[in-house]
């Protein structure tokens, strides 16, 4: 089982910036993939981005291509969300996850069920 802990929201005016970081602790040499995930108030939980672990390629959802950028640190099992060019419409609860490695391994992975563990989540308020 992998454990995650997310940091770094807060509140930032349009245009600012924000770092989230995820934490990864427990198994984490099962990880394949990590992905970054929102969810909006009356709305579902949407992917942002994610990195295979192994080889660092990376995914993005066309609303935050040019401004998000995810990377980590493999030493410190650590992923990260650079977040710039911040808009009112990036404001949600931003979830971290982890997908362990499986029999048939894929990549990207866009969806919820492709992840098996997940943080509690952290808060991100872009003010217009």
């Known amino acids: 089982q992998v454990q995650l802990v997310e940091s770094g929201g807060g509140l930032v005016q349009a245009g600012g910036s924000l770092r989230l970081s995820c934490a990864a602790s427990g198994r984490t040499s099962s990880i394949f993939a990590m992905g970054w995930f929102r969810q909006a108030p009356g709305k579902e939980r949407e992917f942002v981005a994610a990195?295979?672990?192994?080889?660092?390629?990376?995914d993005y959802v066309d609303s935050v291509k040019g401004r998000f950028t995810i990377s980590r640190d493999d030493a410190k099992n650590t992923v990260y969300l650079q977040m710039d060019s911040l808009e009112p419409d990036d404001t949600a609860v931003y979830y971290c996850?982890?997908?362990?490695?499986?029999?048939?391994?894929?990549?990207?992975?866009?969806?919820?069920?492709?992840?098996?563990?997940w943080g509690q989540g952290t808060q991100v308020t872009v003010s217009s």
């Open positions: 990195i295979r672990w192994s080889i660092g390629s990376t």
């Open positions: 996850s982890a997908r362990r490695t499986r029999g048939t391994d894929y990549f990207p992975a866009r969806f919820t069920y492709d992840y098996d563990s």
